[in-house]
């Protein structure tokens, strides 16, 4: 069963028959000293750093992945008011996080 994911906080259509508690998923990432080197000579030229966008859109979509099992085990069909939050640890990590309320929705 697919669990539906919405930034809002319902789900358009459906009714909210109960809501399970904040789910989330971390991920703790590091592009790595070569990928760190490539990208900071890439800097130079100004532009879009390529190893960080990849790095960072797969670091997302792990993210929402964890949140997503998450809710699962909770018995969601859906998690509503769906945000991400980032921040650097140190001068070489990515922490990523993807959060939002479990809920289970009429079908």
Known sequence: MA???????EVPGQKIADSLGTVFGVVVRS???????LASLRSLGGGEIHEYTRLLED???Q???RMLENAQKLGANAVVG?????SEIGQT?????????????ES
Not at 93 to 105: D, F, N, P, Q
Request: aromatic share 8%.
């Open 31 to 37: 592009q790595g000293l070569g990928g760190n080197l």
């Open 59 to 61: 670091t997302r979509r």
């Open 82 to 86: 769906m945000r991400f939050d980032s």
């Open 93 to 105: 990590m990515t922490e990523v996080v993807a959060y939002g309320t479990a809920v289970k929705i």
């Open 63 to 65: 993210a929402i992945d």
């Open 3 to 9: 669990i539906r994911v919405s930034t809002t906080f």
